[in-house]
Structures are given as C-alpha cells and as structure tokens.
C-alpha cells in the first residue's frame, strides 16, 4: 500500500512539475493541484492580513485601562446591544472572552474609543476581564456602523441582497465605511491612493478643498446634470467672491493693516475662524500653508477625495489653523501616526520574530514524495476548515480556541476512517 501510494505520489509531482493536467487529490479529480510555493505564499498573506488588522491590539487584556485607545480593532455585539438600543463598542480581547457565542459586527479599526464592555449599555452582562468601569464613555463616537450598516445606503456588508461587486472604503474622518460606487466619483486604483474623506466630511472641512487640488490623488467625476454642484475657484475671483472663498474655508476676516494684524496675532482668538497673515516679528515668521494652497485654483465639488500617503504632512500647522482643527474635532489630520497604515505597521512590526519559519525547516527535511503528500493532505484541510469556518461567518459569532481544537480531533478522527477504508492517492 505504502509502495503504490508512493508511486502515485510521485506520478503527481512529476505531472505538477510539468504543468500537465489539472488533477488533485482523491475525490476531487477537477481541483487543480496546488504547488507548495502558492500553499506557503497564500498562508503567509493570511498571517500577514491577520497581523495588520489585529497585531496592534490585546487579545488578552481588555483595552479599558488604556483609557481611550488611539487606534484599536473594534466589534459591536447585537446579541447585547440590537438596533433600538444604545450603540456600544467592544475590543478584542473582550470580542473572545465576554461575546465568543454572540452575533458580532466587525468595525475594523477605530481612533479613540474606550471599551464599553459591561457598562450600562450592557443590561445582562458583566465583563469578565475588566468589571470595573464607569457607566458610560462620554468621548466615544458611535455610527450606523454599530448596528452592521454602512454607506449612505445605510446596507450590512456583506449584503445578501446586493448583487454588484464592488469595494468598502473607510473615511479617515468619519470612519465610515462607503461603496465605491457611492462617492460621487470613480475611485482611484486600490494601490493608487492610501486615504479618502467621503462627500459629508468634505462639505463640514471645506478648508480640505484648496489642498485637494494640489495633494489629492485625481479621478474621474460621474457625469451628473447638475452642474451647480461644481463651484470652480479662481485666484482672479471678484473682491465679494474672495470673502466668500476664505468664509467657506474659516478663514473670513476683514482687511487690516500690518500693525493690526501683528496685534491681532499677539491676542488670544475669540473668532470661530482663522486667520493667518503673513507678517514677521522679531521671534519667527507667521506662515499658513492653507493661504498658499488657496492662492491656486481649485475646484469643489460634491464628492469624496483620495490621498496619497505623505499627504497630511503637508497640511498647515499654524495657531489659527490648528485651533480650526479643533473645533472641527479633527486635529488628528496632523498625526500621521493615525492613519490605519502606521497602526497595521505597527502590528506586523510586533509580531516579527527573529526565528527560521518552523514550517520551511520541516519541508526542507522532506523529499519529493512527502512534500506532494503534504500537499494532498493541506487541500484536504483546507476544504473541511473553510467550511467548518463558515458557519461561524454565517452566524456572526467568534471562533475560540475549543472550537478549533474541537475541528482537528474530529478532522484526524475522519481522516483515521478513510485511511482504514481505503488507499489514498493523488492524481
């Protein structure tokens, strides 16, 4: 038995190494077969994807005594917190614990959020990791995409009614997530462009505008009739239009001479918009990017815009425009350490281990014929876990770590039987 499976073992590798035939392994004679370097790169993209998404934040410690944490992985739970009640966050180490038999909602990542795990807008449950907290967390923001809906057509995702395939895209202000077909513009290649603000949150920091149009990362608007929507901004713009530019901006102020303003600038601002002139004193010169970028032409439009990655370096950081940040709450557009990009860094970055790969030691060891078996046996895996996995994925609850335990036992358990009953070959 051992010598005929080895034989058609090795007809397999030789018929993989060739390209001929697209055969698998037994009982399923339409699967393509699959090499060792496609297993390893496809592994390696999961843990990859895993890390980035998940490596920034505990799975052990619920993350309330952080206080409210920069940026961390997110679930809403609608076994505890069903639409109709108050919408409540948790974190990941609380997802696997307190909520691992629930119906959760994914929200990928969100800045600032402290865990609401067991608070009051938990009637019936108690965190197990952290009971002690305060009864609600004022600075935490809340969405629809609390309640498992996103976009403007406020749909679940995956949306079982949805038949048009199309990418989710997170605003970097809102943080919510939006179809690409709903952004009022044909978004940009996916590797073309690292952040976006939705149409809303351009509309409310109109000030993002003049940087767009020399930042922003170019597509290509929809055609609409509406033609009001497109307001075209000119440096040649008559005195009125100029003020209504710079009111639209925060940035309304009337004339004064250079005395005035240096005065005015050594005052604290009460205005509720911003204003930075250029003048020189004695310690430092009094500059605003945003002035420089409004000088240009520029165009508004009602649609979302798209970023390259260095973009918010870019940006104004003078007194006036950071206090504009403030009271639009976005003074994290100044952080580039914010961005999901530095936090998925940040999470492959931690888990890097300075060890050779136990799998690739294994394979090394292995010869031609065991490493086709290994491969048989993975396709073979694969196929029973992504269908074992899909029921979690179906009912929305967390996969733990005595329900993987429990697959295996049952997989070597089936796999015990079918050796006993029959040669098993690939093909």
């Known amino acids: 038995m051992e010598e005929a499976a080895a034989a058609a073992a090795a007809a397999a590798a030789g018929g993989a190494e060739s390209g001929g035939g697209g055969g698998g392994c037994a009982g399923a004679p339409d699967e393509p077969v699959v090499s060792l370097a496609e297993v390893l790169a496809e592994n390696e993209e999961l843990e990859k994807e895993a890390r980035a998404v998940l490596g920034g934040s505990d799975h052990e410690r619920c993350s309330y005594s952080q206080g409210a944490v920069k940026r961390q992985a997110l679930y809403a739970c609608s076994t505890c917190t069903p639409p109709g009640e108050e919408p409540a966050g948790i974190c990941l180490a609380c997802s696997y614990e307190c909520h691992g038999t629930h119906k959760l909602f994914e929200l990928y990542t969100k800045r600032n959020f402290c865990c609401d795990c067991g608070n009051s807008k938990f009637k019936n449950l108690q965190c197990r990791l952290l009971p002690e907290k305060v009864k609600v967390n004022l600075g935490n923001k809340y ?29 970097i202000v809102c943080e919510d997530w939006f179809h690409g077909r709903h952004l009022g513009v044909v978004p940009p290649d996916s590797g073309d462009f690292h952040e976006m603000v939705c149409q809303t949150c351009m509309n409310r920091c109109s000030f993002l505008w003049p940087y767009a149009a020399q930042l922003a990362v170019p597509t290509v608007t929809k055609m609409d009739s509406r033609e009001d929507d497109r307001i075209v901004l000119n440096v040649k713009e008559t005195e009125e239009q100029t003020r209504e530019i710079k009111k639209e901006s925060g940035l309304d102020h009337t004339e004064k001479s250079v005395e005035e303003q240096v005065e005015q600038c050594n005052e604290p601002s009460t205005s509720s918009g911003s204003t930075c002139p250029k003048v020189v004193t004695k310690n430092e010169e009094q500059f605003c990017k945003l ?5 240009k032409p520029y165009l508004k439009k009602d649609t979302a815009t798209f970023w390259p990655s260095s973009w918010r370096s870019k940006i104004c950081t003078c007194k006036d425009c950071l206090k504009m940040y403030s009271e639009l709450d ?4 100044t952080d580039e350490c914010d961005t999901v990009l530095a936090y998925e860094n940040k999470g492959t970055s931690d888990q890097e281990v300075d060890r050779r790969d136990p799998l690739m030691d294994t394979l090394s060891s292995m010869n031609r014929v065991q490493q086709v078996e290994l491969i048989c046996e993975y396709n073979d895996l694969k196929t029973e876990l992504t269908d074992y996995l899909r029921r979690f994925a179906d009912e929305g609850t967390v996969v733990k770590r005595e329900d993987i335990q429990q697959f295996f036992e049952e997989f070597q358990s089936r796999k015990r039987r079918r050796t006993n009953r029959m040669q098993y070959y690939c093909s």
Do not use: A
């Open 143 to 171: 969405n629809d995409n609390f309640y498992g809906l996103y976009c403007i057509c406020k749909r679940p995702y995956p949306d079982p009614e949805d038949e048009i395939p199309d990418e989710m895209i997170q605003c």
């Open 291 to 295: 002035r420089e970028f409004q000088s």
């Open 330 to 333: 976005v003074q994290f557009l």
